[in-house]
């Protein structure tokens, strides 16, 4: 039986191929939640006016790998104390954001974030927020996959 988990760590296509690339993760969808406006196209959501983040919708396998330790490669694959921006990437839709999918991740997501920020990793404020897992809209075909499709492994910084 799998679970969701659903991650905002700047442009989606590196998260993306950052998640499927762990044992126990069945797949991984680029797309975007969090915001205000119905079924939003990437243009939309790169106008910054949305609300909406650019996210990946993880299936996991709970057996197999733990919410924990994707809360792991999530801290440890982007910057979380920069507001709306991941290197050149800048605006809401860049946030760095946790969306919970049962009161168990909120707990787990929180406790994570605060042992991050009790360990002197950074010495700027964390900035990540934790909301409750919104509407997930599945992003255009051609982004699925996107760095894959490429042969790249992660994006061009």
């Not at 255009?140 to 996107?146: D, M, P």
């Amino acid at each position: 039986m799998t679970e969701k988990a659903t991650f905002g760590a700047g442009c989606f296509w590196g998260v993306e191929t950052t998640f499927r690339q762990i044992k126990g993760v069945t797949n991984a969808t680029v797309g975007y939640a969090g915001g205000t406006k119905e079924n939003p196209s990437y243009e939309d959501v790169c106008t910054d006016r949305t609300g909406h983040a650019e996210v990946v919708e993880v299936e996991f396998d709970p057996a197999q790998v733990s919410y924990d330790h994707l809360l792991d490669v999530f801290w440890s694959n982007h910057n979380p104390t920069t507001l709306n921006r991941q290197g050149p990437d800048v605006g809401t839709q860049y946030r760095s954001v946790i969306f919970y999918h049962s009161p168990e991740q909120k707990g787990a997501a929180e406790a994570s974030k605060q042992k991050l920020e009790q360990s002197g990793r950074f010495n700027r404020p964390i900035v990540t927020q934790i909301e409750p897992a919104p509407k997930f809209w599945r992003a255009e075909e051609y982004h699925q996959r996107y760095l894959e499709k490429r042969g790249q492994t992660h994006c061009a910084v």
